[in-house]
């Protein structure tokens, strides 16, 4: 089950059936995200596998998981965006439980992103899942 934020996302697709509109929607989402701060942005943070600079920190809060992110591509940081929408404020134990790749399939991201575009979110996501592991 989706976060609503995320849920939010699906029924905005529905409504824009061409993928150009779709991703401008991403790409200002990601505009619309609160800038990671420059010292976080550290080999630590960065995400190996993604061909573009991708960073993201994550901190547990109380058990809910929360995680800030960047990129220096704008449709990578709208994946980010899209990402943030479906884990952040979820409680840590759930954050393994998500199927990333059907929630996202929700959106017919899969038959339009390019394979290193694809690589670099299942990397990603990845990363979101052993950090939220612990």
């Known amino acids: 089950m989706a976060q609503a934020a995320f849920e939010d996302v699906v029924e905005d697709f529905e409504f824009l059936e061409d993928w150009e509109d779709r991703y401008r929607m991403v790409i200002e989402m990601g505009k619309d995200m609160e800038p990671m701060p420059e010292a976080l942005k550290v080999p630590a943070t960065k995400v190996e596998g993604c061909a573009s600079q ?5 901190t547990p809060d109380a058990g809910v ?3 800030q992110g960047d990129s220096d591509a704008l449709i990578v940081k709208g994946l980010i965006a899209l990402l943030h929408r479906l884990y952040d404020g979820l409680p840590l134990s759930d954050v393994s439980t998500v199927d990333a790749r059907a929630e996202l399939g929700r959106l017919g991201l899969h038959e339009h992103l390019s394979a290193q575009r694809s690589n670099g979110l299942r990397a990603m996501i990845e990363r979101i899942r052993q950090e939220a592991a612990g």
């Open 54 to 58: 991708v960073w993201l920190h994550m």
């Open 65 to 67: 998981f929360r995680f």
